[in-house]
């Protein structure tokens, strides 16, 4: 794959590139054409080479000046090196051209053979010639045609320095853009790893906390040799292979949450007396919607732990039903004080339920928990779309 982006982008390049030296050509065709030959050859090689120059100076910053100069801070060396690269810039392009086709000829000045006494030849303007007794005119001729008569080295070129400076703009953009979002990639990674983390966590609490329980229950019916013990350690292992096998994926799907649940609730009880009544209740389309694994098994034990009693009849109530937009939990249990007025408290309960809300369904849940007429009522809504 990285491979392949590689290339994609290395095409990218050279395509952008050969687009950018093919538009003069292409806009400007006639005025080519237009052009005495020598000078149209000096304006096709400058642009060539002036590209050229572009596309070392627009590489060499954006792999070499900006990661490592501008990105650690070394504003001045980085500000002095551009600079002199723009300067650079300015005359590089004449001084190759010179290089390559030789010095230009300025092509206002057309140059003929006049004859002059007492010598063989000399170069004069159309508009001017050479005589001994004409010293003004001489000197004028001799200004005009001398070879180190100065002349705008820009002369037959665009003005280099927007096209310097647009291609350094666009260089510095792109590749403080790409930094941009490869420090937001990297953070959102970190941030990821972090939430799996935080969720691995929250998840390897739920099963010491459900396990240490389960057990409590089957050693009691273990010293009273109830014959339940052994269905029990049967509904004990199902329930283990379910959290050891099946919950360590982000969904799982809906039927095998419902089927734990129905696995922990027969566990439940065969310890508890007919004084406890157990409604539970599914409805909908459970055998096609996905779910976070180990989401209300937290608000059934606790209704078990906090809603059951021996000496009183008691009650809890369970309803879950699937949609195709949304899942909806609802259980309520009778509230059940304990005979020394304290509950116990050990483990993470529904604060766990409500941090893993917070961190697997981001705005698309709403949790309800609260007390009324002598009834402990959750009320979970969670949109699956």
């Not at 070879?147 to 003005?159: A, D, G, H, M």
């Amino acid at each position: 794959m990285k491979k392949t982006n590689n290339i994609i982008s290395v095409v990218v390049h050279v395509a952008l590139w050969a687009c950018f030296i093919a538009l003069p050509f292409i806009f400007f065709a006639d005025f080519y054409k237009a052009l005495p030959g020598r000078v149209a050859q000096r304006i096709i090689v400058g642009h060539l080479i002036a590209t050229g120059l572009l596309i070392i100076f627009y590489y060499f910053n954006t792999s070499f000046l900006i990661p490592k100069l501008l990105f650690k801070a070394k504003w001045w060396i980085y500000t002095g090196i551009v600079i002199s690269c723009f300067i650079a810039f300015l005359y590089a392009p004449e001084f190759l051209v010179n290089l390559t086709l030789g010095p230009r000829i300025d092509p206002k000045m057309e140059f003929r053979v006049v004859p002059r006494s007492g010598d063989s030849t000399a170069l004069a303007r159309k508009d001017s010639f050479y005589h001994p007794l004409n010293k003004n005119n001489n000197q004028q001729v001799k200004q005009q045609n001398s070879p180190s008569r100065k002349i705008n080295p820009f002369r037959f070129y665009p003005p280099p320095y927007t096209i310097f400076l647009l291609i350094y703009a666009i260089g510095t953009s792109i590749s403080v853009m790409q930094r941009w979002l490869y420090a937001e990639r990297t953070n959102q990674e970190i941030r990821n790893e972090k939430l799996n983390t935080e969720l691995s966590f929250l998840k390897s609490q739920v099963n010491p906390h459900f396990f240490f329980n389960t057990l409590n229950n089957i050693y009691s019916l273990a010293v009273v040799g109830s014959e339940q013990t052994a269905n029990a350690v049967l509904k004990l292992a199902s329930i283990m292979r379910y959290i050891l096998t099946e919950t360590q994926v982000d969904e799982v799907p809906l039927a095998n949450e419902v089927e734990f649940i129905k696995n922990f609730i027969d566990l439940q009880l065969v310890r508890l007396t007919d004084k406890v009544k157990i409604n539970f209740i599914c409805e909908g389309i459970i055998e096609q919607k996905k779910i976070a694994p180990l989401l209300f098994i937290s608000f059934i034990e606790n209704s078990f732990k906090y809603g059951v009693s021996t000496k009183e009849k008691t009650a809890i109530n369970i309803q879950l039903q699937a949609t195709e937009k949304e899942i909806n939990f609802y259980i309520s249990n009778t509230i059940v004080k304990a005979d020394n007025g304290i509950h116990d408290t050990t483990g993470i309960g529904i604060n766990n339920v409500k941090r893993r809300l917070e961190l697997l369904y981001p705005e698309k849940h709403n949790l309800v928990v609260k007390e009324e007429n002598n009834q402990f009522i959750v009320q979970l809504n969670i949109k699956t779309t």
